[in-house]
């Protein structure tokens, strides 16, 4: 475990930039590669037609909740490994990384089975209008049937990542997404699949990536996935269920969104399902920039944690906001500048573009303020304080979301719709400050 030793050492030791850069850029272009998976469908099937858009943004709510159960046991795994190999507890982190990844492909075959059987009905829950439905329902089906293997391959990138290996986990997820781009067109416009073929496309490569993830888990520095290191422990659940929760609540709560989204928008006809569909895969790729440096941020709060460096977990925390928030304030200016050619280039519909452009201007407003949202809820779950995480993990996407997404049309109509992620985020930074100065100030005190 030679590399492991070395990951302790600079990941307590080294300065605290190198470290934040070192971890977030691997990680940063995982999280942006994992988030082109949707955003390839949504480009491509975009030259078929406004149903076909709709329908894959209809299904990205269940694809949301099978990333959510993978990022549930990635991070619930991951961050009591990073903890162990803070305190040089290797053996407890063998023994979490194989159960992590057990259950999450167990709980994924679940999903896929219970999808399968109740397909349409989901289908219709999920917001899909009767034009929708066939669409729906045939990309949908083919996506449910690679569940194990996505849930699988988001637990083994995040425990790659806590054990400070956020390389390893990028190669495998970005080998996944290439193929993606290349299979994608070829099925759907060469062999005439359609939206079939966006929905096989995206099933292969997640196979393939979870393959790749699984081989790499025995490169030098990994903790090697060995079945005869599981050991059943309601301890090790428990661990989990702390650690991964907040990430749970956050990508559960993000789907239910989407649904509830999906829903207000469908009182509006087709084009508005797709124009705030193509609107949410925007910001979701956006969004995986900040969480990508929120993730790099996580292995050295964890070690730190573990090693009791308080100091260290501040600094990084703060150097994370800074960067996170210009870089917000950059893609803001930019986003004004082109809303309509952004939106255009997905569907060239006048009454989607009308949606989407209206939409994402209310999203960027409160772009700057996503920085500290989210990297206070990823310091308050790898700190261990995992009611402050799921509170904030639930702000985003459910605590305001929901109610604004319910109240606000019944007043302002679509527009209310168009505005309701702004108010939410809003709402949700004004709760996460005080959070984030609650966690540090419980640091003093175990100083103390």
Same mark, same amino acid.
Request: aromatic share 12%.
């Given at each position: 475990? %030679? ?14 930039? %190198? ?12 999280? @942006? $590669? &994992? ?28 694809? &949301?909740? $099978? ?15 990073? /903890?162990?190999?803070?305190? %040089? ?6 023994? #979490?990384? !194989?159960?992590? @990844? ?19 009905? +989901? ?7 009767? &034009? ?18 996505? &849930? ?8 790659? /990542? ?41 099933? !292969? ?9 699984? %081989? ?43 649904? #509830? ?68 304030? +950059? ?29 994402? /201007? *209310? ?6 303020? +996503?920085?500290?949202? +989210?990297?206070?809820? #990823?310091?308050?779950?790898?700190? =261990? ?21 319910? $109240? ?24 996460? !400050?005080?959070?984030? *100065? ?6 003093? =005190?175990?100083?103390?």
């Amino acid at each position: 475990m %030679k590399q492991t030793t070395d990951n302790y050492t600079f990941l307590t030791h080294a300065p605290v930039h %190198k470290v934040i850069v070192s971890m977030a850029v691997p990680t940063i272009i995982s999280m @942006l $590669i &994992t988030s082109i998976y949707g955003m390839v469908d949504t480009y491509y099937v975009g030259k078929i037609n406004t149903q076909s858009t709709a329908a894959v943004g209809i299904s990205f709510s269940v694809m &949301t909740i $099978i990333q959510a159960i993978g990022f549930f046991f990635g991070h619930g795994s991951g961050n009591y490994i990073s /903890r162990c190999l803070g305190s %040089k507890e290797t053996e407890k982190a063998r023994c #979490m990384a !194989v159960t992590g @990844l057990l259950y999450s492909f167990a709980f994924g075959l679940l999903v896929s089975v219970v999808g399968l059987v109740f397909l349409t009905d +989901i289908s219709y829950f999920l917001g899909s209008t009767e &034009t929708i439905q066939p669409y729906t329902e045939r990309y949908l089906g083919i996506i449910l049937c690679g569940a194990p293997f996505m &849930t699988s391959s988001f637990t083994l990138n995040n425990q790659m /990542r806590f054990q400070g290996n956020a390389k390893y986990a990028m190669y495998g997820i970005l080998s996944g997404v290439l193929l993606n781009v290349v299979l994608a067109p070829i099925l759907i416009f060469y062999f005439c699949l359609g939206i079939t073929g966006a929905a096989v496309a995206t099933l !292969v490569s997640q196979i393939m990536s979870f393959f790749i993830l699984f %081989k790499m888990t025995r490169h030098s520095g990994n903790i090697a996935i060995r079945l005869k290191d599981y050991v059943p422990s309601w301890l090790l659940v428990k661990e989990i269920v702390a650690g991964g929760t907040p990430s749970l609540s956050r990508q559960g709560l993000a789907s239910v969104a989407t649904i #509830m989204l999906n829903v207000s928008a469908g009182a509006y006809g087709d084009a508005a399902i797709a124009g705030m569909s193509i609107v949410t895969r925007i910001s979701n790729f956006v969004y995986a920039g900040i969480v990508g440096l929120g993730q790099g941020f996580q292995p050295l709060c964890g070690f730190c944690y573990g090693a009791r460096l308080y100091d260290r977990i501040y600094d990084g925390y703060m150097y994370c906001v800074k960067i996170g928030t210009v870089f917000f304030v +950059i893609l803001t200016v930019i986003g004004f500048l082109f809303t309509s050619p952004i939106i255009g280039e997905f569907r060239d519909d006048p009454h989607v573009i009308a949606v989407g452009c209206a939409a994402f /201007r *209310w999203q960027l407003a409160t772009y700057p303020l +996503i920085a500290v949202i +989210i990297l206070t809820n #990823m310091l308050s779950q790898t700190a =261990r304080k995992p009611i402050r995480a799921n509170v904030v993990a639930a702000a985003r996407s459910g605590l305001f979301f929901i109610p604004a997404v319910i $109240i606000l049309p019944k007043f302002l109509g679509l527009a209310g719709v168009e505005m309701s992620q702004a108010v939410s985020d809003l709402c949700s930074f004004l709760l996460s !400050v005080p959070v984030a *100065w609650s966690v540090f100030r419980d640091m003093k =005190r175990e100083m103390a």
